[in-house]
């Protein structure tokens, strides 16, 4: 299955892109997903405890399983205000 | 109870804002907090702040924010407005204004509200040094 995956704040940066599209097999989990972007971005690699993940617009757990198409982001602490 | 969410990249208009305010005849509260960008983040002096908001995502907790504050106080409107984009040092970022009641929930969801944003709404912040 394919997922789109979003980097926003300095993960940009970190991983020279704002956007990629991964491949992943049936019942892939966020934990598998960031395993593989880990392996292609270390940078991003280094991040892992500070990471927040989301599908859509909601926060997710990183044992949540994936969908076909499924939009995902990834992003630092946020800091508004 | 009402919400009005507006994030965006042009400058906030506190006249503008408080000429708008309603207030039913039974709200005896109405508070507004304005955080302004400072000339020192981390020990740097900066020029400006620029703001990058992931809009759909923090539209929809910020809604939730809301929805939440709604079963903790009675409060009547809620307008909030976070800027994006460049945001010079001494002009305004953020905008909450809380009618309610009374001024103790007023504070208490003004003050609920801001902690929360800052832990789950995704904006992010990059400070500017101009001249460096």
């Known amino acids: 299955m394919s997922v789109t995956v979003s980097f926003y704040s300095y993960f940009k940066e970190l991983t020279g892109c704002a956007q990629t599209a991964e491949n992943l097999a049936e019942g892939s989990t966020l934990n598998d997903l960031y395993q593989q972007l880990a392996a ?7 991040m892992q405890k500070s990471t927040l993940m989301a599908v859509g617009v909601e926060y997710r757990e990183r044992g949540y399983v994936l969908q076909e198409g499924d939009e995902v982001s990834l992003f630092p602490p946020v800091q508004g205000g | 109870m009402k919400s009005e969410l507006t994030i965006t990249a042009d ?10 305010r309603k207030m039913s005849e039974e709200m005896g509260a109405a508070i507004y907090f304005l ?7 981390e020990s740097k002096t900066i020029d400006a702040i620029k703001y990058e908001a992931f809009q759909r995502m923090a539209e929809h907790q910020f809604k939730l924010l809301f929805d939440e504050i ?6 009547e409107s809620i307008r909030l ?3 994006v ?16 009641p009374h001024r103790r929930e007023a504070f208490a969801a003004c003050q609920w509200l801001i902690d929360e944003m800052k832990r789950v709404v995704p904006i992010w912040k990059k400070p500017l040094a101009l001249n460096s």
């Not at chain 2, 955080?35 to 983040?41: C, P």
């Not at chain 2, 709604?70 to 409060?75: A, G, L, V």
């Open chain 2, 81 to 83: 407005v976070h800027r």
């Open chain 2, 35 to 41: 955080g302004v960008v400072r000339a020192t983040e």
């Open chain 2, 11 to 20: 400058c906030i208009d506190e006249s503008k804002l408080l000429s708008h």
């Open chain 2, 70 to 75: 709604e079963k903790r106080w009675p409060i």
């Open chain 2, 85 to 100: 984009g460049v945001v010079k040092v001494n002009e305004p970022s953020l905008w909450v204004e809380v009618v309610a």
């Open chain 1, 40 to 46: 292609r971005f270390p940078r991003l690699a280094a």
